[in-house]
């Protein structure tokens, strides 16, 4: 049967259901990237790029969908519940993706710690140090900062503005924990030494 105005398209043979799918398959690998994203990307353009995919789509789509919903109710009440229901399903499965992100683009980009690790243990890693006494710098695609007078602490930095810090921190000090506290402060454990630490301060950081 062809498609006139008292019969529109079914709601799954029109642009909206591509660009629903396009973007709910979009947003889980969005997800597990992000760690990657935001490590790679210059400046404040990591945090740019996951906007436009996790802030900007939902409300135009939202917008679509009822406006197709208004526009044929017999099969335009699809689009809105499949939106809802997906973002309803996304918000608690969205910390345990972000965590396998963290976790693959550890595991992908590994050796580059480690030579990291070791070229600081080895004082390989020269540079001007801030009033803090950080050396910043960048080395194999990662950057770094750390204090040559305590080269068992290295600080990979993913993120690092508007008193937000992300990263990876190795971290060789041992440490015994007292009853109800835990070695890892602010940070998820990764591997050793190695965590990961996602932070929001109102104070600037050294």
């Known amino acids: 049967m062809g498609e006139t105005a008292d019969h529109p398209r079914p709601i799954w043979r029109t642009p909206l259901a591509a660009a629903l799918a396009a973007w709910m398959a979009g947003i889980v690998g969005a997800t597990l990237a992000a760690p990657a994203i935001l490590e790679t990307s210059p400046g404040a353009a990591g945090p740019v790029i996951l906007a436009a995919i996790f802030v900007v789509p939902p409300p135009v789509l939202a917008v679509w969908s009822f406006w197709a919903l208004l526009s044929d109710p017999e099969t335009g009440w699809i689009a809105p519940t499949v939106l809802m229901s997906f973002l309803g399903a996304f918000v608690p499965g969205f910390q345990p993706l972000l965590d396998a992100g963290v976790r693959l683009n550890f595991e992908a980009r590994r050796p ?15 540079g001007v140090a801030n009033p803090g006494g950080w050396i910043s710098g960048e080395s194999r695609g990662l950057r770094f900062r750390y204090r040559p007078e305590d080269p068992g602490v290295v600080d990979f930095v993913w993120y690092r503005a508007y008193g937000v810090r992300v990263g990876v921190r190795y971290d060789q000090t041992p440490c015994v924990a007292r009853p109800g506290l835990s070695c890892v402060a602010g940070g998820e454990p990764l591997d050793g030494p190695f965590t990961y630490y996602l932070r929001v301060s109102l104070v600037r950081p050294s």
């Open 112 to 126: 580059a710690y480690e030579a990291i690790v070791a070229d600081a243990g080895a004082g390989r890693l020269v």
